[in-house]
Nanobody, 120 residues
């Protein structure tokens, strides 16, 4: 199974982007999917995650601005990012199939990253 992330780009502060993660396998087979990001010189961090049942989780800095959609029948899970800030600049990765817990994610599958750059 492969994951393909897309939708990154350059946007001004306050703008919006929508990232998409498409899988080659049946998305319904995954118990959860997530989006991570890694800024230069910083560790990778969880941005948002969603279970197959629709439960979601966000890091505090993106709450109210980002929305992760429940995986749909098109084998795609999206991340809508609004009111973007320069500190959101990072490479964003999608991940699937959590082998850990809801408080300690251990995703088994990873896609390549898509770069999001937010200018001030």
């Amino acid at each position: 199974v492969q994951l393909q992330a897309s939708g990154g780009g350059l946007v001004q502060a306050g703008g919006s982007l929508r990232l998409s993660c498409t899988t080659s396998g049946r998305i319904s087979s995954f118990n959860a999917m997530g989006w991570y990001r890694q800024a230069p010189g910083k560790p990778r961090e969880l941005v948002a995650a969603v279970t197959s049942a629709g439960f979601d989780k966000y890091r505090d800095s993106v709450k109210g601005r980002f929305t992760i959609a429940r995986p749909n029948a098109d084998n795609t899970v999206s991340l809508q990012m609004n009111s973007l800030k320069p500190e959101d600049t990072a490479v964003y990765y999608c991940a699937a199939d959590n082998m850990g817990t809801w408080s300690d994610f251990r995703f088994a599958l990873w896609g390549q990253g898509t770069l999001v750059t937010v200018s001030s």
